[in-house]
């Protein structure tokens, strides 16, 4: 039997996480979101102390050693998907800024992409696959039939991020959402591995002026065609 995979890449903030995670519901297919698992790699370097001295060969072969046999679980609960590194509950942690640096810094070094590679190909299973991330469809899934970018202009996603985080209570400036936004674009874009930038054959959607809805509904029609072709 084929799996069908269906990859979503683009920058953070578009919309990419909820979308990815309404198209596996809705085509009952398994979910991967590999940016969790950059930020769970970031975070076991960092708890290990490893982090900050990956420049070093033995340390960095130390790094690879631990990202290909990272102990995490991905766990369907009815509140959503909990996730356990070495088996403690990290859902929340791995989203905070500081993870996300975390995760940024380890996705540049090629070694360690490598060394997950496998681990997010393995997510392939019948009857499908919707993967998430930055490369799926240029490095990690290439033979996807359906491959999407889901891009938003820098500001339309600086005020989701602030609508978000009002709603938890946070009290931040739009100012500096932007600039953590430009500068993480910039440092995904230009790395030289597995920089973020849309397949040659990729259906590129910008949702800076549309909603979550009207997406949904591009991508299914989009994603129909191809599957049946
Ligand atoms: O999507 P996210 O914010 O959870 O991703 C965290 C970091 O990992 C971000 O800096 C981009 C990086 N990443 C990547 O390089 N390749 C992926 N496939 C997914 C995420």
Redesign the pocket.
């Known amino acids: 039997m084929t799996i069908q995979i269906i990859t979503i890449d683009g920058p953070?903030g578009s919309g990419k996480g909820t979308l990815a995670a309404r198209l596996a519901a809705h085509y009952q297919y398994h979910l991967l979101d590999?940016?969790?698992i950059?930020?769970l790699l970031g975070l076991s370097l960092h708890q290990k102390d490893l982090l900050d001295t990956l420049d070093q060969a033995d340390v960095l072969e130390q790094g690879a050693e631990i990202a290909t046999h990272l102990d995490i679980q991905f766990l369907s609960t009815e509140k959503g998907i909990q996730i356990l590194l070495e088996g403690d509950d990290v859902t929340e942690t791995i989203r905070t800024e500081r993870v996300?640096e975390f995760?940024?810094k380890v996705?540049a070094i090629p070694v360690l992409r490598t060394a997950l590679f496998d681990r997010q190909r393995a997510f392939a299973q019948a009857p499908g696959l919707v993967a998430d991330?930055?490369?799926?469809a240029t490095a990690v899934f290439p033979e996807a039939k359906a491959k999407i970018y889901l891009t938003a202009s820098a500001e339309s996603r600086a005020e989701r991020r602030v609508k978000q985080l009002q709603a938890m209570g946070l009290d931040v400036k739009i100012s500096d959402i932007l600039a953590n936004i430009q500068a993480?674009d910039k440092r995904?874009m230009e790395r030289t591995v597995?920089p973020l930038k849309p397949a040659a054959d990729a259906y590129i959607i910008d949702s800076s002026a549309l909603s979550i809805e009207d997406v949904f509904k591009m991508m299914t029609s989009y994603i129909d065609a191809q599957l049946t072709k």
């Open positions: 953070s590999s940016g969790a950059y930020r996300g995760a940024s996705a991330g930055r490369d799926m993480r995904d597995a």
